[in-house]
């Protein structure tokens, strides 16, 4: 069973940066795809982005693709989503996520078979 925790609950202004992190622990993280979602309020939930569990496979959400860039920390179990760029409608509650899929393109919910508690961020025009 593997727990997700995201870290970094941030406000910021349109145009400006922020990294949200995501500790894992309770599995063995570099066997796990891992991603991010996010939900605006009234919205349908969003997929944002995954990575390979090497690191080195990255696809991307159309809305974010060229803003937003996942990373992971393999030694230290941790998955980064550095956003860019930012717009008030990038303000949602994200998501850390983690799939024992494998393969590129993994944006389907039903893929992912655990998810965080989620953290809230705030882009302000």
């Known amino acids: 069973q593997v727990q997700l925790a995201e870290s970094v609950c941030g406000l910021v202004q349109a145009g400006g940066s922020l990294r949200l992190s995501c500790a894992a622990s309770g599995g063995t993280f570099s066997c796990y795809t891992m991603g991010w979602f996010r939900q605006a309020l009234g919205k349908v939930r969003e997929f944002v982005g995954s990575?390979?569990?090497?690191?080195?496979?990255?696809y991307y959400g159309d809305s974010v693709k060229g803003r937003f860039t996942i990373s992971r920390d393999n030694v230290k179990d941790t998955v980064f989503l550095q956003m860019n760029s930012l717009k008030p409608e990038d303000t949602a509650v994200y998501y850390c996520?983690?799939?024992?899929?494998?393969?590129?393109?993994?944006?389907?919910?039903?893929?992912?078979?655990?998810w965080g508690p989620g953290t809230q961020v705030t882009v302000s025009s």
């Open positions: 996520v983690a799939s024992k899929t494998t393969g590129w393109g993994l944006k389907k919910e039903e893929t992912y078979d655990y």
């Open positions: 990575i390979s569990r090497s690191g080195g496979i990255t």
